[in-house]
C-alpha cells in the first residue's frame, strides 16, 4: 500500500496550492480519503474528507470555504485545493484511506482512527 502526497511548498498568505495523493496497492474506490495536517508542537488535526463515490464531502471549521477535497477514482488520486492561505496553515499535510465497508452511504469521518493507510506528509509553508 502506498499514499503518496505531492505539491507541498512555499507560498504567500493568501496565495493557493494544491495537494495530490496517489495511491496504490488497494481498491482506492473502496475507500473514502481524508487530508489531516500537523504543525510543528501541535496533535494532528483533520482538514477534510471524501466519501469513496466523491459526492460527500466535510471540512474542518477552520478551512471550511477556503479548501476543497476532490478524487477521482479513475486515476486513483484525492486532491485537495487550498485557497485563502493563511500562515496557520502551515503544517506537514496527510493523506489517509477509510475502508467504506461496502457500503454505498459509508460517510467521510474526521477521526484519525477510522483511516487504516497513512501516506508521508508534504510540507506546507505560508509565509512572506
Known amino acids: 500500500v502506498q499514499l503518496q502526497a505531492s505539491g507541498g511548498g512555499l507560498v504567500q498568505p493568501g496565495g493557493s496550492l494544491r495537494l495530490s495523493c496517489a495511491s496504490s496497492g488497494f481498491t482506492f474506490s473502496a475507500y473514502a480519503m481524508g487530508w489531516f495536517r500537523q504543525a510543528p508542537g501541535k496533535e494532528r488535526e483533520f482538514v477534510a474528507a471524501?466519501?469513496?463515490?466523491?459526492?460527500?464531502?466535510i471540512y474542518a471549521d477552520s478551512v471550511k470555504g477556503r479548501f476543497t477535497i476532490s478524487r477521482d477514482n479513475a486515476k486513483n488520486v484525492v486532491y485537495l485545493r487550498m485557497n485563502s492561505l493563511k500562515s496557520e496553515d502551515t503544517a506537514v499535510y496527510y493523506c489517509?484511506?477509510?475502508?467504506?465497508?461496502?457500503?454505498?452511504?459509508?460517510?467521510?469521518?474526521?477521526?484519525?482512527?477510522?483511516?487504516?493507510?497513512w501516506g508521508q506528509g508534504t510540507q506546507v509553508t505560508v509565509s512572506s
Open positions: 471524501v466519501n469513496w463515490r466523491g459526492d460527500s464531502t
Open positions: 489517509a484511506a477509510d475502508w467504506s465497508e461496502g457500503s454505498y452511504y459509508y460517510t467521510p469521518k474526521s477521526i484519525e482512527y477510522e483511516y487504516e493507510y
